[in-house]
């Protein structure tokens, strides 16, 4: 996917909503340093499980004291 | 000129109203003449509760004087970050969304300061919804710092950590989701203490990001603290991640003696620190040596991913929390807020996914790491707190910042639930307070707590005085 694609992807989650030319350079940019975030944290998490989130009642867990 | 009694403790003022030799009109009439002195000063609170606070404190004068006192808190001027429900009140979260939304419900903590019988005074200023390390994102206008009006007072709670370094009350309470109430503390020269997730209910607080949000409390001194933790933690079936727990009595649980302790410090993040920071982390972790406590050096490398996977979990759990008034009405919030929501728009849910797992990592470290240790101390920030005309950029709290060494430090405690107390520690040679962090591992609240008291035993940081108390 090319850079432009790619911003052009993330952008339309914006689900509609404009920005000004400047606001949307500041955004543009954050993205950027976004997906060099993701990179790195994907790179690092990669052999790590996946977590599960599910709550449980606390009135239906065991007690252990 | 400041009533005498407002320099006071929690500690010391309840026993001043409780044996009658102050009434809590008194003292309330007091804290509100003294908070509209300095409000054009600190722009600290969104609104003012002068007559219902003035009807709850004559009214906490009667139950007094009739041997029906409730507690420590009865009658003691508070107050609470406007993050919070208050039944009849505006609660605005700092929005114009929310200009004059007046809630037909009370927060958890609310009900349970009502039923301690405080008498909550105002409700304070922050960054929008709590997005924000500065307290200038506001729809109200920034908060200045009692120590030096030209800086900030930190975020979000800043509003709150003002209030109580200008005492105008003893004990604010606020909420933190990456750093905000450890932060705004250390910035005013205060205790900020958060528990772990799920000590205290966060129902009726807007949500920053549900996995990282909690509530925390600010004072002058630890044992304020512990009082103002036992008469809110406990409980509460309304939030999910509300924790089972017994009766808290964490104040009378207080002990000194911290011999033995095994006390980490983590160099590898302290590269950048500000010098005078440094110095006075130093000078502070020399004391709690000579206290008793075993310092050694630790290395946490994951640690290095936390600013960056805390940034990255809030920006895309605050853009789901916020999705319906982002698409209709994105021009309400203050812009820098609205920009940093459509940056967390823009995060999929796989990369969210993969952030967790990287923050599960972190966790994984950090439960080995407590293994071995008591706690964690660093400087709560890398500097004192900047002017207020840096914007929002000076905190370093932007995502492109978010690997800056530092910050690491200030984000991974929120971030896996962690307790955490910010103490004054210093003054810098511009004036300005510098704070150090004691983090436990999950439910060591006490432990906490206990360093933090020993350290206030040990120094009188947490006696010095702000610019507009002189």
């Known amino acids: 996917m090319s850079e432009n694609d790619r911003f052009a992807h993330r952008l339309a989650l914006l689900g509609g909503v404009e920005f000004s030319p400047t606001d949307l350079e500041t955004i543009t940019s954050e993205i950027v340093d976004m997906d060099r975030i993701l990179t790195e944290l994907e790179q690092f998490a990669h052999d790590t499980p996946w977590v599960s989130l599910q709550a449980q009642p606390n009135e239906k867990k065991p007690h252990h004291d | 000129m400041i009533s005498d009694f407002l320099e006071a403790d929690l500690v010391d003022l309840s026993w001043l109203i409780s044996t009658r030799e102050l009434s809590s009109a008194d003292v309330v009439t007091a804290a509100l003449e003294r908070l509209r002195s300095l409000e054009p000063k600190l722009n600290a609170f969104i609104t003012v509760l002068d007559e219902p606070a003035l009807a709850a404190a004559k009214a906490a004068d009667d139950e007094i004087a009739h041997g029906q006192r409730r507690g420590p808190l009865h009658g003691v001027p508070i107050t609470i970050k406007d993050m919070f429900a208050t039944s009849g009140v505006r609660t605005t979260g700092a929005s114009k969304i929310l200009l004059d939304w007046v809630p037909n419900f009370d927060a958890h903590i609310v009900e349970r300061l009502h039923a301690a019988g405080a008498i909550i005074v105002g409700k304070t200023n922050l960054d929008e919804f709590g997005h924000g390390g500065t307290s200038t994102l506001s729809h109200f206008g920034p908060v200045h710092n009692p120590w030096n009006t030209e800086r900030i007072a930190g975020g979000s709670s800043g509003g709150s950590a003002a209030a109580v370094a200008a005492r105008i009350c003893p004990v604010s309470y606020g909420t933190e989701t990456g750093s905000s109430v450890r932060r705004p503390a250390s910035y005013c020269g205060i205790v900020g203490f958060k528990p772990t997730f799920g000590i205290i209910s966060r129902y009726g607080s807007f949500r920053g990001a549900w996995s990282q949000d909690h509530v925390g409390i600010f004072a002058r001194s630890v044992k304020d603290i512990a009082l103002g933790l036992e008469a809110t933690a406990g409980y509460d079936s309304r939030d999910p991640s509300s924790v089972r727990q017994d009766t808290p009595t964490y104040a009378s649980h207080l002990d000194g003696n911290i011999k033995s302790l095994r006390v980490a410090i983590l160099p590898r993040f302290l590269e950048g620190v500000d010098s005078a920071v440094k110095e006075a982390f130093e000078i502070a972790v020399k004391a709690l040596a000579d206290a008793g406590c075993v310092i050694e050096d630790l290395d946490i490398p994951e640690l290095r991913y936390a600013a960056m996977t805390s940034m990255m979990t809030s ?115 511009d004036g300005m307070p510098i704070g150090m962090q004691i983090i436990g591992a999950w439910f060591a609240d006490q432990t906490v707590l206990n360093a933090a008291w020993a350290y206030q035993s040990l120094t009188d940081w947490h006696r010095q005085k702000p610019a507009v108390c002189q």
């Open chain 2, 315 to 429: 920006a895309a759990e605050s853009a789901g929390i916020n999705r319906g008034w982002f698409r209709e009405r994105h021009q309400d919030f203050v812009p820098h807020v609205a920009r940093g929501l459509a940056v967390g728009m823009t995060i999929t849910a796989s990369e969210y996914l993969t952030v967790q797992r990287a923050r599960h990592r972190i966790r994984q470290a950090l439960h080995e790491a407590y293994e071995n240790i008591h706690l964690i101390v660093t400087p709560t920030t890398a500097r004192v707190a900047p002017p207020i005309a840096e914007g929002v950029k000076g905190n370093g709290d932007d995502t492109r910042h978010a690997s800056y060494n530092h910050s690491n430090l200030l984000r991974f405690p929120s971030m896996l639930g962690l307790p955490g107390c910010s103490v004054p520690c210093g003054i810098s040679p």
